[in-house]
């Protein structure tokens, strides 16, 4: 009887599992006529067809707003691909997903939605699009990870795309209900829209020119969001030796917008020219200065002064990082040279800091390794 039972059981998880994986494999495309895309549509999946496979590929898949994207020069990296198609919506996305699927990429972001809104589609079925795309996507190539980003605020201040700026409630809905459907449908969700909402949730006017596109600080500040996910490292800078204070802030400096580095003590010269050779190997060309730069200028500062530490205080350093300024301050030109450590670690972008305070010193007179 015991056996039976046993036996019962057996037959019923297989059972259970072989439903599932039936029910999964059932994933299936809509197929939509050709006459529902544009001519550049076309044009691009065309393209995108006739390329060559290559392996481990970093896609970002969307619409217009990733079509502008100089991906694999923004990031310095072939095997960033764009997928991006002006005027592109979910539909499209899903009629040309077997291009992408299929060459197996090891990471896809998709941004995609703010089209289908302007015309007219519910939320609900942008989110709905959206999973079927996830579930497609998990099914063909179930090792690509998916990183599915919010979509973007709009601002309606420069008077075009109205029937895209007009439907700032409706991005909100979408990017809630996809947040919340992440864990359910395993992909992961980059939340971009908080980083480039102003304080009253629309788009910031120095990141675009028409209120829905982006301008070249958009997509700088957009990589730098999504950089550590490219790579596969951890949301902030992973700082070696961990700093004894560090309080993590809200906001990012632009190295990108930064005049100069600015140094008064002729004894950090050397310090000095050292950030900016680091710098400029990042694509960031600095002048130095013994002058501060005006007001409204954001600049790289160095400078001595009187760090509290518990230990070794001549080594000591703080670092403080804010939208505006970077400000070193070291009690000798030996502090300096560690905080510059730190500050290039921030600095892994190439394009922003996270804006943060940071206090450190060693905690032993001496370092080594262990071999």
Same mark, same amino acid.
């Given at each position: #009887?015991?056996?039976?039972?046993?036996?019962?059981?057996?037959?019923?998880?297989?059972f259970f599992l072989l439903v599932n994986h039936i029910s999964w494999s059932q994933v299936v495309?809509?197929?939509?006529?050709?006459? &529902?895309?544009?001519?550049?549509?076309?044009?691009?999946?065309?393209?995108?067809?006739?390329?060559?496979?290559?392996?481990?590929?970093?896609?970002?898949?969307?619409?217009?707003?990733?079509?502008?994207?100089?991906?694999?020069?923004?990031?310095?990296?072939?095997?960033?691909?764009?997928?991006?198609?002006?005027?592109?919506?979910?539909?499209?996305?899903?009629?040309?997903?077997? /291009?992408?699927?299929?060459?197996?990429?090891?990471?896809?972001?998709?941004?995609?939605? @703010?089209?289908?809104?302007?015309?007219?589609?519910?939320?609900?079925?942008?989110?709905?699009?959206?999973?079927?795309?996830?579930?497609?996507?998990?099914?063909? @190539?179930?090792? @690509?990870?998916?990183? %599915?980003?919010?979509?973007?605020?709009?601002?309606?201040?420069?008077?075009?795309?109205?029937?895209?700026?007009?439907?700032?409630?409706?991005?909100? /809905?979408?990017?809630?209900? &996809?947040?919340?459907?992440?864990?359910?449908?395993?992909?992961?969700?980059?939340?971009?829209?908080?980083? !480039?909402?102003?304080?009253?949730?629309?788009?910031?006017?120095?990141?675009?020119?028409?209120?829905?596109?982006?301008?070249?600080?958009?997509?700088?500040? $957009?990589?730098?969001? %999504?950089?550590?996910?490219?790579?596969?490292?951890?949301? /902030?800078?992973?700082?070696?030796?961990?700093?004894?204070?560090?309080? $993590?802030? @809200?906001?990012?400096?632009?190295?990108?917008?930064?005049?100069?580095?600015?140094?008064?003590?002729?004894?950090?010269?050397?310090?000095?020219?050292?950030?900016?050779?680091? #710098?400029?190997?990042?694509?960031?060309k600095l002048k130095l200065t013994n002058k501060a730069v005006p007001i409204g200028e954001k600049?790289?500062?160095?400078?001595?002064?009187?760090?509290?530490?518990?230990?070794?205080?001549?080594?000591?350093?703080?670092?403080?990082?804010?939208?505006?300024?970077?400000?070193?301050?070291?009690?000798?030109?030996?502090?300096? !040279?560690?905080?510059?450590?730190?500050?290039?670690?921030?600095?892994?972008?190439?394009?922003?800091?996270?804006?943060c305070t940071i206090t450190d010193w060693p905690a032993f007179a001496w370092r080594g390794y #262990?071999?």
């Amino acid at each position: #009887m015991q056996r039976r039972q046993s036996l019962c059981r057996i037959v019923t998880v297989l059972f259970f599992l072989l439903v599932n994986h039936i029910s999964w494999s059932q994933v299936v495309l809509p197929k939509f006529p050709d006459s &529902l895309f544009s001519t550049y549509y076309h044009q691009r999946v065309t393209h995108f067809k006739s390329l060559p496979q290559t392996g481990g590929d970093v896609i970002f898949l969307g619409n217009s707003i990733t079509d502008g994207g100089e991906w694999s020069e923004l990031f310095a990296d072939l095997k960033i691909k764009n997928r991006g198609i002006s005027g592109d919506v979910t539909a499209g996305v899903l009629a040309r997903l077997d /291009e992408v699927a299929g060459r197996k990429p090891s990471r896809i972001f998709l941004l995609i939605g @703010t089209n289908d809104l302007a015309r007219g589609l519910s939320p609900d079925s942008v989110v709905k699009n959206i999973l079927l795309i996830a579930s497609y996507l998990k099914q063909s @190539t179930p090792a @690509t990870r998916l990183f %599915v980003q919010s979509i973007l605020p709009v601002n309606e201040a420069f008077g075009k795309f109205s029937g895209h700026t007009s439907k700032a409630a409706q991005i909100k /809905e979408v990017n809630t209900k &996809l947040r919340l459907q992440a864990a359910a449908y395993t992909f992961e969700y980059l939340d971009l829209f908080t980083a !480039f909402a102003d304080e009253n949730g629309k788009l910031k006017k120095d990141l675009t020119n028409d209120g829905l596109h982006l301008s070249g600080n958009g997509y700088l500040l $957009w990589k730098h969001l %999504v950089y550590p996910h490219v790579y596969g490292l951890q949301k /902030e800078a992973a700082l070696l030796p961990l700093p004894q204070q560090l309080q $993590w802030e @809200t906001g990012y400096f632009p190295l990108h917008e930064s005049a100069a580095i600015v140094v008064k003590e002729e004894s950090l010269q050397k310090e000095a020219m050292l950030l900016q050779k680091e #710098m400029e190997r990042k694509g960031v060309k600095l002048k130095l200065t013994n002058k501060a730069v005006p007001i409204g200028e954001k600049a790289i500062v160095l400078q001595l002064g009187n760090v509290n530490a518990a230990l070794q205080k001549a080594e000591a350093y703080q670092l403080r990082v804010t939208e505006n300024s970077v400000l070193l301050t070291a009690n000798s030109s030996h502090g300096i !040279f560690n905080g510059l450590q730190t500050l290039l670690q921030l600095a892994r972008s190439g394009v922003m800091l996270d804006a943060c305070t940071i206090t450190d010193w060693p905690a032993f007179a001496w370092r080594g390794y #262990m071999i």
